[in-house]
């Protein structure tokens, strides 16, 4: 129906009311309920902009296009098999400043793709450098303002988050780094 942030709140809050009214909770009760959860999204709500200020400040600093034109000069220079595991990191690093997948691929793609036919990479190969250094580095960036928000919610410290989740991402970045060798080798 179109509907976006407003009138999802909108229906969140009319079930709540609604939930309350089925289960007989006394007025203060829910209000009590309410002012209760609304104190635990404080400190996410604050995470979540800090984090989305760290990305406006790199867009519109002009950061992400100085960054990608010195990563297309470095990587042009290589071989495809190095070039390609390049390519991935600097899809890992660019998460930092982009946690939006889709605004990733906007920003990057119309140079990797151009870089991919240059330095021998299929562009499938230089898709699937973007879609494994997006989805694997999404875990562990300090800007990724979901993550921070669930942590922040969760109570669970970015340091601790990261020495749990760090020996499965050293696994995932190995397997990845060894399918993207793969797919260049057979020219995917």
Do not use: H
Request: hydrophobic share 60%.
């Amino acid at each position: 129906w179109g509907w976006y942030i407003s009138e999802i709140a909108g229906l969140f809050f009319g079930l709540a009311v609604v939930s309350a009214l089925v289960c007989r909770i006394r007025l203060a009760d829910a209000f009590e309920a309410f002012i209760g959860g609304a104190k635990d999204m404080i400190m996410v709500a604050f995470i979540i902009g800090l984090s989305r200020s760290i990305q406006i400040t790199a867009e519109n600093g002009k950061i992400m296009d100085t960054l990608l034109y010195w990563i297309s000069s470095l990587a042009g220079d290589l071989p495809a098999i190095i070039s390609i595991q390049v390519m991935f990191f600097v899809q890992g690093a660019i998460n930092f400043f982009i946690p939006s997948g889709s605004g990733q691929a906007v920003v990057t793609m119309p140079i990797m793709a151009p870089l991919a036919d240059l330095i021998g990479v299929s562009r499938q190969s230089a898709v699937l450098a973007y879609q494994l250094g997006d989805g694997l580095f999404n875990m562990i960036i300090p800007t990724n303002f979901i993550l921070m928000g669930v942590l922040s919610l969760t109570k669970i410290s970015f340091k601790a988050w990261l020495r749990w989740v760090g020996p499965l991402i050293l696994i995932l970045t190995i397997a990845s780094m060894v399918l993207l060798g793969i797919s260049t080798q057979i020219q995917w």
